[in-house]
């Protein structure tokens, strides 16, 4: 149980260092009756820290099996729920696993297990500071893999209108270019007064945000994007005059 707690502290101290604020230790998630308390005597595997607008949570795992695989078995169930439960009672808040910098290179770079931790935030700890440089890459890959979803969605309902009796002299066009971050929705066709062409959804991921250039889909993307957990800090619409979006909930840039 010492180790434990070395390493809960080393996890926290590495925090505050860096400028964070610690608000919960432990942190309970209650969802719809469920509730999820880690207890602090027996696992101290889970507190909350703010740093400005940002709002995270930390499960710690220290993997003291002989075997590391039955711990990770444990950590990734734990962070999955934890993951569920935060995205439907904070949204705003991201989780992270923590283990320490001996761990995750002696196990955590090996391929067949990064391959289970690839979509997970993982921070990884020595004994006075951690490594985050790996979180806003799965952030920014979490973001495009929600366009990518949302715009699939799309193009499968466009295709079965585009299928159906009615004829349409009009094509669309999807762009998922996840190197540059790119996510488009172009529409191309004919009417009686000729040649149409329209942007109806637009955004790039820029500086860890999502950067909405036009959105002419009637729900709205930027909807659905912060229905499914983002948040409105990581938000930039750039089709709204600059001098407007001050007086928003969204970034400015």
Known sequence: MARLDKIHEAVKNALVKDGWTITDDPYTINFKGQIVL????????????????EKIAV????????????DLYSAIGQYDVYRIYLSKTAPERQLFLAVSEK??????TQEAINIIIESKNILNFDRKSYTRGNCEM???KHYADLLREILTEYKIIDARATNSDVKSENDSVFVF????????WFGFGWTNQGRTRAIRFFARLKDGKIHIEEDLTE???????????????DLVFEFHPPEMRQYT???VS
């Open 103 to 108: 761990i995750y290179q002696e196990f955590f």
């Open 138 to 140: 799965d952030k920014m």
């Open 249 to 251: 909930e969204f970034a």
């Open 59 to 70: 499960e710690i795992k220290s993997f003291l099996s002989p075997s590391k695989m039955p």
């Open 219 to 233: 729900e709205g993307i930027g909807t659905i994007l912060l229905e499914k957990g983002v948040p409105s800090k």
């Open 38 to 53: 880690v207890d602090i005597a027996a696992e101290k595997n889970l507190f909350t820290a703010e740093k400005g607008d």
């Open 177 to 184: 270019d996840e190197a540059d971050g790119v996510f488009a």
